[in-house]
């Protein structure tokens, strides 16, 4: 999160920047596509829209992780 506020990292993860924001709203607003009451159905939704964001996030930590490596090697030189 440092890296990407300071500007040192050149990607920003607008996807997963999004994604998370829309899953969060999603989370909190009471009004949700199946209702939170109907048990395991409605958590449902819920369950499958942070597991997108959360698949979103491996692959950008992923990305970031193999940044991060090579900055590491280019100081070693």
């Excluded at 040192?8 to 997963?16: A, D, I």
């Excluded at 009471?30 to 409605?42: F, M, N, R, Y």
Aim: net charge negative; hydrophobic share 50%; charged share 25%.
């Amino acid at each position: 999160l440092r890296s990407l506020l300071s500007r040192e990292y050149p990607v920003t993860p607008w996807r997963s920047l999004v994604l998370g924001f829309v899953a969060l709203a999603y989370l909190i607003n009471p009004l949700d596509l199946i209702p939170d009451a109907i048990l395991v159905l409605g958590w449902l939704d819920d369950m499958t829209l942070m597991g997108l964001w959360l698949a979103s996030m491996r692959k950008d930590i992923a990305g970031f992780a193999a940044w991060e490596e090579k900055k590491n090697e280019r100081r070693m030189e």
